[in-house]
């Protein structure tokens, strides 16, 4: 196998770039026009000294290219397949299929409708409507027969295939000729062993021999076809396990064993890898692991704090990459996380074709390529030049491979695990801005509170329900709960100003992904309310833990700050303090249901309990006041107000 070109992909660049797929070959970087988008496969050989590979275009266009920036085969190809270890390469135009030289020439025309990769000499290809029948590499027919299944020839000479005559799969020699009559309900290819998977009726697998003897009796709900390592994964009513080629277990049945192995390691649960010696030795302990990919390496957290930086210069668990052998190496310090397929849900990107790196993200946004050893083998980064900003890749000595053009659409990489502060901001703006987001909720507060005291024609029950001023949120418990309220607490919810400034939540399938994701986003929630809760107490003084504004919600814990009214509820200047006080209250809440968990931190302004009586004194002795507000408040004696549930 000759060396493979690296590719690198610019995720910093969010629009369309007119580069695409950087290929990194011998020292220098290389790109195509029309831009690369993605490569099939391995390059290889084309005899001639050079390399060719399947590729695509970011217009979708398919062609062959090789490794010196050029297209071999014009990207004017619906589909190109990759060599694999063969000499033709299956490529479809204009609706059909055939198959491509090494030199970039066809070798076979296009004429068939499907066509399936050359193994062993022989190919099968889709003549007409439900009907496969076998080539040679000269594309003629290699024999008579006529099949509506028709699977790849393996190493002894024998592919499945199943007869236009017959709802049974057999197994026929090169000559076409049937070894095992047809008399399966499936059947798996031998895949290079003595053994293949098949069974007699559906959901009833066991394994026969090259004369279609069972040498493990049909009892399993599946067989997967053997794998590199000579075993295939197997299902049945008490769990998953692997069978070797005699039809013994190497596991004990399980629920949750991946069916993907890698150099005989296979993951079970989010942080156990088996091997068929039993649980591979982890040099280091982690907390959630990936399946290892087709260069032995997966990535792993380990929940130890001290091995790496966030953004603030925090120090917090550490990524790494684990191989096979159970050696698990830290990433670079400077390595925050994985850098995310999808931000909001933590899908992490595959490898590029023949490339075996994975990228992360720094504290300082630059994308690591890290290598099977996580060392460094390419940074890249967005810098500012005098016409704006553009994307430059270095390699591990810090040589400047390339740049790009200057582009308006780069852009600083998400993180899931570790995101910036403002990821779990919800009704906030930067945290700078929290003391006007303070001043606000006092405003509407006393706005609302000195109408319920002054304007006898405001109906408190209508307005609470028309002119609600919080909005519909989801995972609000209290809001969830509203048709329940009695009148006093409808009255005290109106009155309070709430906003939720912070929220996390994530799914059952992000949840089941990663069993570690609670744990850390409750910590980020931690960390971001002490950060918040230290700006209020630097612009407003130390909080108390017990306040008594009207609608505070039992067995939750609060901070919270007191505030003198800005203008009296009325002319009696011998007003206690208490009654004439707004509180401004965090508080957290969180909660889990259906797989799914969320958290928030919540600011809340309200009238104390005294402040609110008040009010509302002031409000029964004006004329006109409404008849169900006198019965809500018809005298001035004190009254227990309720909290929320």
């Known amino acids: 196998m000759p060396k493979q070109p690296i590719l690198i992909e610019n995720h910093l660049e969010t629009g369309p770039s007119s580069y695409g797929l950087l290929m990194v070959h011998e020292g220098r970087v290389i790109t195509y026009s029309p831009p690369l988008a993605s490569v099939t496969g391995a390059f290889c050989e084309d005899g001639r000294g050079g390399l060719i590979a399947a590729a695509r275009t970011q217009g979708g266009g398919a062609g062959y290219i090789n490794a010196g920036g050029d297209w071999l085969v014009a990207p004017a190809l619906a589909d190109a397949r990759s060599f694999g270890a063969g000499t033709l390469a299956r490529y479809c135009e204009d609706g059909l299929w055939g198959y491509m030289g090494l030199d970039g020439t066809p070798a076979l025309a296009p004429r068939w409708r499907l066509a399936q990769d050359f193994q062993h000499g022989l190919a099968a290809v889709l003549t007409g409507q439900d009907t496969w029948r076998y080539i040679d590499q000269r594309g003629q027919f290699a024999f008579a027969g006529e099949f509506i299944n028709a699977t790849a020839f393996s190493a002894n000479g024998m592919a499945a295939a199943r007869p236009a005559s017959s709802e049974k799969f057999g197994y026929l020699n090169r000559h076409g000729a049937w070894v095992i009559e047809p008399c399966f309900a499936a059947a798996m290819p031998f895949a290079g062993h003595p053994v293949a998977p098949a069974a007699r009726e559906q ?36 769990g998953d396990t692997y069978l070797d080629t005699s039809g013994n277990q190497v596991f004990a049945l399980r629920t949750g064993l991946s069916r993907h192995m890698v150099n005989g390691v296979v993951r079970v649960g989010a942080d156990t890898y088996l091997t068929r010696h039993g649980v591979l030795a982890v040099t280091a302990g982690i907390g959630w692991g990936a399946e290892f990919n087709e260069h032995g390496m997966a ?68 994308l690591l390529m890290l290598d099977r050893d996580a060392r460094i083998a390419f940074r890249l980064c967005i810098e500012q030049g005098g016409d704006g900003q553009y994307s430059a890749l270095y390699d591990d000595q810090a040589r400047l491979l390339w740049t790009s053009p200057v582009s308006a659409t780069l852009k600083a990489p998400e993180c899931f695990f570790y995101p910036a502060a403002g990821f779990l901001y919800d009704e906030l703006d930067p945290a700078g801005h929290l003391a006007e987001v303070v001043r606000a909720m006092l405003f509407d507060t006393e706005q609302k509170l000195q109408r319920l005291a002054h304007d006898a024609q405001f109906g408190i029950d209508a307005c609470a329900r028309q002119d609600r001023a919080e909005p519909e949120r989801a995972h609000d418990d209290e809001q969830a709960d509203d048709e329940n309220d009695d009148a006093d607490l409808r009255i005290a919810k109106f009155i309070r100003t709430r906003r939720r400034i912070v929220h996390f939540y994530y799914d059952k399938e992000a949840g089941d992904r990663y069993g570690c994701l609670g744990w850390l986003r409750n910590e980020h929630l931690y960390e971001v309310r002490e950060d918040l809760q230290g700006k209020l107490y630097a612009q407003f003084g130390d909080g108390e833990s017990d306040p008594d504004f009207i609608g505070r919600t039992d067995n939750t814990f609060h901070t919270a700050w007191p505030f003198e009214l800005t203008a009296p509820l009325t002319d009696d200047a011998a007003v206690a303090p208490e009654a004439k006080r707004l509180w401004i209250a965090m508080s957290q809440s969180g909660g889990r249901g259906d797989g799914d968990e969320w958290g928030s931190l919540w600011l809340t302004c309200a009238p104390s309990i005294e402040t609110l009586e008040l009010a509302l004194r002031a409000r029964s002795r004006r004329p006109g006041a409404h008849g169900a507000d006198r019965e809500l408040r018809s005298t001035a004696s004190p009254r227990r107000w309720p909290r929320s549930p």
Request: with cysteine; charged share 20%; proline share 11%.
């Open 299 to 366: 990535l792993a957290l380990t929940l130890e704090d001290g091995h790496m930086l966030d953004r603030e210069g925090q120090e917090m668990p550490g990524w790494g990459i684990l191989r096979t052998d159970g050696r698990f190496t830290l990433a670079p310090p400077e390595s925050m996380e994985p850098f995310p397929l999808d931000p909001r849900r933590g899908r992490f990107l595959p490898p590029q074709a023949n490339t075996p790196l994975a990228v992360f993200v720094s504290h300082d946004d630059t």
């Open 203 to 238: 959901d009833r697998f066991g394994l026969i021999d090259a004369a279609g003897a069972w040498l493990a009796q049909p009892v399993h709900r599946y067989i997967a076809p053997f794998n590199a390592d000579g075993l295939a994964w197997c299902t049945g009513a008490q």
